[in-house]
């Protein structure tokens, strides 16, 4: 999970490569205590079991990895918009960056139907809405984090 990628690419900027190397170990090292805590925490509120909870990690890694490609996709068509935007390209080209982003929120839609199938493969109906709350009350915690870590570095800021 890259959860404070902005962070890390701005001390890795800032810092000898020698000393951005050495960042990478501390970070991933509270990536993985970071993982372990909202695991346990999405075990004990969703009363899981140790098989319950192993697949459940292994629908969070597979989605996870679906998600990391469609983000690679959607940073592409960010990308393409920019250039056309910039080079002021034709009708072509326009089409051609709707049609990615159709197929962009196609394959957002099916991956969140999958996720919810795998996910009731492993729990009730009710936990599955748990989940997707904890989920986002996790995923808003750690932008709030990322913020306010971010807005400290930042003189003047915050």
Do not use: C, H, K
Not at 127 to 145: A, H, I, M, N, S
């Amino acid at each position: 999970m890259r959860r404070f990628p902005l962070l890390v690419l701005a001390l890795g900027l800032a810092a000898p490569a020698g000393l951005a190397a050495q960042q990478e170990a501390p970070r991933a090292q509270l990536e993985q205590r970071v993982r372990r805590a909202f695991a346990e925490r999405l075990r004990r509120e969703l009363d899981l079991d140790a098989e319950q909870a192993g697949r459940l990690r292994d629908v969070m890694q597979w989605s996870e990895e679906q998600r990391r490609a469609i983000a690679l996709e959607n940073r592409q068509i960010r990308l393409d918009t920019e250039r056309f935007q910039q080079q002021q390209e034709g009708e072509r080209e326009a089409s051609a960056i709707l049609e990615a982003r159709l197929r962009l929120q196609e394959r957002e839609a099916t991956l969140f139907r999958e996720e919810q199938q795998r996910l009731l493969e492993v729990m009730s109906p009710g936990q599955v809405v748990r989940f997707y709350e904890l989920r986002e009350q996790f995923v808003r915690r750690v932008l709030q984090l990322r913020q306010s870590r971010t807005g400290a570095a930042r003189p003047g800021r915050g």
